[in-house]
C-alpha cells in the first residue's frame, strides 16, 4: 500500500510560532502613523489591538510560544493532514514528487483558523467583549465567527457587498456561530456613508469593509478589530501550516526544492513557506519559492514597493508593501480571498531580497487546473486555491521537460464547497478572463501617499 | 493538553468488511422477484450489478476481504477521527462522555464514498463502461460520480427534480468529476415518462429516480445500476466506520454503553453499529443502539415489516424490510438523504430482533441541536446528521438526569457545507415542523404487494 498521506499525532502540534522577522538579512520598514507619517509606537495601534497582539506585531523574537488554550482549539483539527499527489503526479506525467498540505479540513475549510483562534483568545484575555471585522468571500468571516463564538465574544463583520450578495451561505455560516453580518458599504459608520454617498450602487472592496470595521472599533473601548491577513502577527499565527509540513516531509525523507503558494493578502503562503526560508537563511541553503496571484490584481507581479494605506479611508496605519494603490478595486473575479490592493509587509520584503519568484495567472487557467486537481485528487479547491494549484503545476511541468524529479510542496489553503456557484459558472463557460487592470492600477498609484 | 481526537495510521485501515449476516440469530427473509414473486437467484440481479457485488449481497461469511485498489483510494481520506465532545459536554451539562466519528472529511464531505468506490473498483473489475444511479439531496450522486471519475466510469445520475433545483451546487460538483446529472422524473426513460404524463409538475422522489436509473441499467450489457443505500452490500462497505471507531475507542480505554446514528436507507447507521452489534451477538454483551429518523418519514417507527418494492415503477425485487409503502412521497423537509419510504432489510431485520431502538424527531428540534453541536464543536453537521446530533443530546440529557456517565457513541456522518440553505432558513424562521404524514402513510401501506 503506497501510504498518500502524512499524518502527525497531537504531540506534533508545534509549541511557538516561528517569526521571519528574526532571520531577515535586513530589517522591516517602520510602520508610519496615517497623519504625522512618523513610525507608530504600541501607544498608536492600543485602540484596535489587545498588546499581546501588538507584541507579536513587532516582535523579532524567533520563536513565539503558543498558548496552551489556543493549542487546544487547534487540535481540533490539526495538526493538517499531508499528501503525495500520486495521482496527480501520473495524470501530468511528471516525474516530480509532488506533496500538498492540506489546510481544508479545519472547521470553516480554510487556513484561516489558525489565526482567528489566536486572536480571539488574546481579546478576550484583554477583556475586550467585541470584534469588528472585514471579510470578501467569508472564509475570514466564517472562521473569526467561529473563533469569537468559542472564547463567548461578539463579532461583528462587514462583508463586501458583491459578495455578501453572491454567497448567502457564507453569511448562514457565521449566524450559526452568532455574528453578525453587514454587507459593505453600509450605512453604519461615516466611511460607509460617504462611499454610498458618492455611489449608491458600490460592490464594496475589502479596503471599504477593513475602514468600516476599523471605524466602529476605535470607537470602543470593550471593542477590537481583527484582520485576517497582511499583518504581521496574522502571519506569524500561520506557521504551524509550514512547520508541520517541514516534520511531514522529513518523516517521509524529503526536503522541498520548491515550495508554491497563492498570495492575496500573503498569510497562507507565509504560513508554508517561512518556516523553510528562515531555516534557509540560517543554513544558507534556500529552496526556490513561488507567490502565485491573479493576473486581474498583480500586486507583486505589477505593484511596486511603496508605503501605502491598508484601507479605502486611509485610517489604517502607512506600510511598506507592494501595493496596486488604496484605491484600486479588483475586477469581480471568483477568489475573492486574493482581491486585494497591498501585499503582506513581511512577504512584500521578501521579494524585495529576493527570496521568492512571483507569477500571475488568468481566472480561467487556474480553473483548469484546479478541476484537474479535482479529478485525480478528490479534492475540490477553492478558487483561491487554484492559484497554487496551477503554481505547483507549472512546476510539475517543467519537471517533465527537464527531466528532473524535484520535490514540490504546495499549500492547499482551502476547499471550494463554499464557492460552487464559481465552478457552475465554469461548467456553464461563464467565466472570463480579465485583461491585466493596467489604466486602472496606475490611476491608483497616482494617488499613492507622498512621504 | 486533553487529547479530543483520535487518529489511526493507515495500517489500521480495515483489510475486511464486517458482515453482520454472519452472526444474526436468524437468517434474512429471501429476497423475491417482482414478476413471480419467487426468491431471486444470482442470475436475477445479473443485469443490474456485476458478480463480485451480488456474492457479496447474499454472502453469509462474516469477513469479506477489501481489495487493495479500494483500500488505497480510501486511506485518501481515511481512517476518519474520533472525536471526544468535550466542549459539547460542557454545554450540555452531562457526565456522560460523548465521543464521535466524523465522516465528513471524505473528498465528498459524508460516508457514501466507503461504499461509492468499491462498487466502481467492481464494475471496472467486471468490464462495466457505464453507471447509473438516483440521488436526493445529491450526497450519493457525487460520491459515485467522484469514485467513477477515480476508475475511469461513465456515471448517470438521476436527481430527484426538487433537489435538482434547490441544490445546484451539488450537480456543480457532480459536473467537477464529469458526471451527467439529470432531473427525475425525465424524459429519458419510460418510468419517468409514465409519472410526467400523470402529473408533469412532478418534484420527484427517491423511489421515481431509482426506477429511471434501473431501467437504464437494464437496458444495456456494459451499463450497470448502483444503488447509495438499504442493499446488504452497501452496509457491508459502510462497516469500515465502526471497525475503526472500535480500535480508536479501545485506544483510550472505552466502550460505548450506547450508539447513535441516523437512518434513512441504514447505510451510515449500519456502518456504525453492526460491528458492534455482532461483537455484541458474539460475545453476549449487546450495546444499546438508538435509529434516529425524521417524523415526516417515520420508516422504522410508524413502518410495518413487510415486503415492499425498493421503486415506484416496482422494477426492483421485492424485499422484507420496514416500510411506508412504495407509493409514499415524504413531504419538502431538508433532510434528502432520509427521505426514503424503506429501510435496509438488514436494519429493519435488526429491529425485529430487538437489537435496536428506533425514535423520531422534527425538523426544528434536529436544526435546533444541530446548531448547538455546531457552536461547541466548530463543525456544522448535515441535516440528515443532526438527528444523529439530537439521538446523542437526548441520551446525555437522559445521563445528566439520572446522574449516569455513560459512554456515547455516534456518526456525525456528513458535514453540513452543501446544505447552507437550510440553515439560512432555519435562521430566517422559515423552516417548520410536519406533521405525521398519517394519512399519506396508510394509502401508501394499502397499496402493498399482497403476497
Redesign the interface.
Known sequence: ?????T?L??SALPTHWYNLAADFPEPLDPVLHPGTHEPVGPEDLAPLFPPALIEQEVSTERWIPIP?EV??VL??WRCTPL?RAR?WEEALGTPARIYYKYEG?S?S?SHKPNTAVPQAFYNREAGIRKITTETGAGQWGSSLA?AC??FGLECLVYMVRVSFEQK??????M????ATCIPSPSESTEAGRAILAEDPECRGSLGIAISEAVEVAAQSADTSYCLGSVLNHVLLHQTVIGQEAREQLEAVGESPDVIVGCTGGGSNFAGIAFPFLGEGLRDGRLPRVVAVEPAACPTLTKGPLAYDYGDTAHLTPLVKMNTLGSSFVPPGFHSGGLRYHGMAPMVSHCRKLGLLEARSFHQLETFAAG?GF??A????PAPEANHAVIGAQREAERCREEGRADTILFNLCG?G??D??A??DY?AGKLHDYDYPNEEIAMALAGLPSL
Chains 1, 2 share one sequence.
Open positions: 500500500m503506497d501510504s498518500v498521506k499524518l499525532p497531537d496552551d493549542r487546544q487540535l481540533q499528501y495521482r479540513v472547521p475549510g467561529l463564538r468559542m448567502p451561505y457564507r453569511r448562514a455560516f449566524e450559526t456561530f452568532d478541476v479535482a479529478q485528487e478528490g479534492i475540490l476547499h464547497n463554499f460552487m456557484q465552478y457552475s461548467h
